[in-house]
């Protein structure tokens, strides 16, 4: 059975850090593209950063850019997703996917594994 089980989530104040981590299991993603979504309370999930089978392949949305960094150590099936200068309106529910596909993306219908989540709450 494949899973996918995201950890590192809490509650920190603005400007501060944290690393979320996503480990997979039940078959390896070496070769899929794996991103990393957002939710947050009364607002659709939202799409923050992907990255394809080839580390150098990321992609992020743009109020994340310079501030959240994604990473993948392929000999753990791991995902992390390096978060920086968090602000309120980072505060989410946090999600990591694995995609069919190799190379990041941001469309969702392109992601077939889900995990449940962890919670992350900026406070100001």
């Known amino acids: 059975q494949v899973q996918l089980v995201e950890s590192g989530g809490g509650a920190v104040q603005a400007g501060g850090s944290l690393r979320l981590s996503c480990a997979a299991s039940g078959r390896t993603f070496s070769s899929n593209a794996m991103g990393w979504f957002r939710q947050a309370p009364g607002k659709e999930r939202e799409f923050v950063a992907a990255i394809g089978w080839s580390r150098l392949n990321t992609y992020y949305i743009d109020s994340v850019k310079g501030r959240f960094t994604i990473s993948r150590d392929n000999a753990k099936n791991t995902v992390y997703l390096q978060m920086n200068s968090l602000n309120p309106e980072d505060t989410a529910l946090y999600s990591c996917?694995?995609?069919?596909?190799?190379?990041?993306?941001?469309?969702?219908?392109?992601?077939?594994?889900w995990g449940q989540g962890t919670q992350v709450t900026v406070s100001s």
């Open positions: 996917a694995a995609s069919k596909t190799n190379q990041a993306t941001a469309i969702m219908s392109l992601y077939d594994y």
